[in-house]
């Protein structure tokens, strides 16, 4: 089965970084996703890491840990447009993608 | 970017009527298609594996006979929600694997059902 464990929420000021976290336990794994979700809309495509280290993409970055379980993305210089939810998704056997329950980021001035 | 489009973007209906929901991707062929259903505040579950031209796989927990899924196409994937009540009320999300091979999916813009 999968396990997904990400904050439920965080809270961070404009213009500062943030760093969400999540360890996953999974039935094989392919590689894993983050994705962002702003209410009553479908997820968009933020980053999919496959082998360990950091990748970097503009204000959004994204680190993956095989062997601990553990990925974090990195938001720099937050805009209140950032405010969303933030999921971790795995993916595993079958090439499914299960989604953590995400974490819901606010963004204040 | 790959491009899905789901219709309708929301519908009311009656309990125990019949809805419809399309996913169809708008520039690619996708043999698979993966229908997600998410409550509020919670994370999206996958309810189903749409494969084109073969049967649904579908989760554990999920009741094929009450979410009729049908690919007949490479370009859509129909999901029928059957015999609907109040608590089937939620955001259906479709997606298609990239067709060039990664595992990301392209997700919908999903359809907000809501059962009288």
């Known amino acids: 089965g999968q396990n997904i464990d990400q904050p439920t929420e965080m809270t961070a000021t404009e213009g500062a970084i943030v760093q969400i976290n999540c360890t996953y336990q999974t039935s094989g794994f392919n590689g894993l996703f983050w994705y962002q979700q702003h209410a009553g809309e479908a997820p968009t495509f933020l980053s999919y890491?496959?082998?360990?280290g950091l990748e970097e993409k503009g204000r959004f970055s994204s680190f993956l840990s095989r062997s601990k379980g553990y990925s974090y993305l990195l938001l720099k210089e937050l805009q209140m447009k950032d405010s969303a939810s933030y999921l971790c998704a795995p993916s595993g056997g079958y090439q499914k993608v299960t989604f953590g329950t995400g974490t819901k980021l606010q963004v204040i001035p | 970017g790959a491009v899905v489009s789901q219709h309708p973007s929301w519908v009311i209906c009656k309990s125990g009527t019949s809805v419809k929901i399309e996913c169809r991707s708008l520039d690619f062929q996708a043999t698979t298609m993966f229908w997600y259903r998410q409550f509020p505040k919670q994370s999206l579950m996958l309810m189903a594996t749409?494969?084109?031209?073969?049967?649904?796989?579908?989760e554990q927990g999920v009741e094929k006979d009450k979410f009729l899924i049908n690919h007949a196409s490479l370009t859509l994937s129909t999901l029928t929600v059957t015999s609907a009540h109040p608590e089937d009320s939620s955001f259906y999300i479709c997606?298609?694997?990239?067709?060039?091979?990664?595992?990301?999916?392209?997700f919908g813009p999903g359809t907000r059902l809501t059962v009288l």
């Open positions: 890491n496959v082998l360990d």
């Open positions: 997606s298609a694997r990239d067709p060039s091979g990664s595992d990301e999916q392209f």
């Open positions: 749409s494969n084109e031209g073969s049967k649904a796989t579908y």
